[in-house]
């Protein structure tokens, strides 16, 4: 017999094509995640909930008798009530640092676009007024590459930023754990980095501490 599973998001073309091969074991029910009538129509013969973003409560998991999974398609499980599943039998599942390499691209993203001033330059452009020729605007924009970067924790998304900006030259600050300290993180290259990695037996990445954050 086929394991139910309630997806609750809308499939795209990729999805479909990706499952295809596996509709004989799997009985894949689709539901929006607004769609609250198909959710609660589905759930009670659901043995398993593919989760997005939509909470679900204590009250919805008990709601789904034959339940012996929710799996979180991404990282965080803040939005499943973890304590009505245990007791349940429900297991809980996610996905580490899948979303890690989106979430830091567009973290990125996001920096050169301050650092460019690119909201206000595409304002000026679409309005008609082109790019303006104000030489204060060459004091203001910055390259990535000359700044420091802060990272708050240091988990799968900000090590993915700390290779990107890295690579553009920027130097990369990092809390660690719950600790209230910097450590500071730099890549070099040339003879100094290779005599001291082969010195430690290392791959030429080392840690120096920052000092403590104020």
């Not at 539901?31 to 409560?57: G, K, M, N, Q």
């Not at 973290?107 to 303006?132: E, I």
């Not at 930023?161 to 070099?188: E, F, N, Q, S």
Request: aromatic fraction near 4%; charge should be positive; charged fraction near 25%.
């Amino acid at each position: 017999m086929a394991l139910r599973v309630l997806a609750h998001f809308v499939p795209g073309n990729k999805v479909l094509d990706l499952l295809a091969a596996d509709t004989d074991w799997l009985d894949i029910r689709w539901c929006a995640e607004d769609d609250d009538t198909a959710f609660y129509r589905e759930l009670p013969d659901a043995e398993v909930i593919w989760h997005v973003l939509r909470p679900l409560s204590g009250a919805d998991l008990r709601r789904g008798p034959r339940l012996r999974l929710v799996h979180k398609l991404g990282a965080g499980v803040n939005t499943i009530d973890v304590a009505t599943a245990t007791q349940c039998g429900i297991a809980v599942a996610n996905m580490p640092g899948a979303n890690a390499p989106s979430v830091a691209e567009g973290a990125v993203l996001l920096m050169l676009a301050a650092l460019r001033q690119l909201p206000a330059l595409d304002r000026a452009t679409r309005q008609g007024r082109g790019w303006p020729t104000d030489p204060a605007l060459g004091e203001t924009v910055r390259d990535l590459g000359s700044c420091t970067v802060g990272l708050i924790g240091y988990g799968n998304i900000a090590k993915r930023v700390h290779d990107i900006v890295a690579a553009m030259g920027a130097d990369v600050l990092h809390t660690w754990g719950h600790l209230p300290r910097c450590r500071r993180r730099r890549r070099r290259t040339g003879r100094r980095t290779a005599r001291r990695a082969a010195g430690r037996g290392g791959a030429g990445r080392f840690r120096s501490r920052a000092g403590r954050a104020g």
